[in-house]
Nanobody, 123 residues
Framework: QVQLVESGGGLVQAGGSLRLSCAAS????????MGWFRRAPGKEREFVSA????????YYADSVKGRFTISRDNAKNMVYLQMNSLKPEDTAVYYC????????????????WGQGTQVTVSS
C-alpha cells in the first residue's frame, strides 16, 4: 500500500521561503512521476508541480514558475518542493501525489495522495 507523508509546512511572511518534503513508501518509487498539488480555502485542488520518474523533466503551474522548484531523491524515496518568494495567494494545503505514469504530465494519472501540509503566507 502506497503511503505519502508530507512535512515542512508552516507560517511564513510574504517573500519568505519554505521547503516541503514528501516521504514515499509502498510502491517502487523510482519508476513513477511525483507531483505537488494544493487546495486553497474555498477553491478546487490545483496542480502545482511535477517531476518525472528520473528527475530530468519538471513541470510547473504558471502561478509558481520561477519561484518554486521540485526535485526528487530516488535513493531516499523523497520528493521536495522548494518554495521561494512566497505570496499570500500561495496559502493552501499542499498535497504530495504519485502518478501511475513516468512523466506525470497528466493530472488525472495521479492515484495516490498524502494527507497534506498547511502553508500559510501572511502579508
Amino acid at each position: 500500500q502506497v503511503q505519502l507523508v508530507e512535512s515542512g509546512g508552516g507560517l511564513v511572511q510574504a517573500g519568505g521561503s519554505l521547503r516541503l518534503s514528501c516521504a514515499a513508501s509502498g510502491r517502487t518509487f523510482s519508476v513513477y512521476a511525483m507531483g505537488w498539488f494544493r487546495r486553497a480555502p474555498g477553491k478546487e485542488r490545483e496542480f502545482v508541480s511535477a517531476v518525472s520518474w528520473s528527475g530530468d523533466r519538471t513541470y510547473y503551474a504558471d502561478s509558481v514558475k520561477g519561484r518554486f522548484t521540485i526535485s526528487r531523491d530516488n535513493a531516499k524515496n523523497m520528493v521536495y518542493l522548494q518554495m521561494n518568494s512566497l505570496k499570500p495567494e500561495d496559502t493552501a494545503v499542499y498535497y504530495c501525489a504519485q502518478s501511475r505514469s513516468r512523466l506525470g504530465r497528466n493530472v488525472y494519472e495521479y492515484d495516490h495522495w498524502g494527507q497534506g501540509t498547511q502553508v500559510t503566507v501572511s502579508s
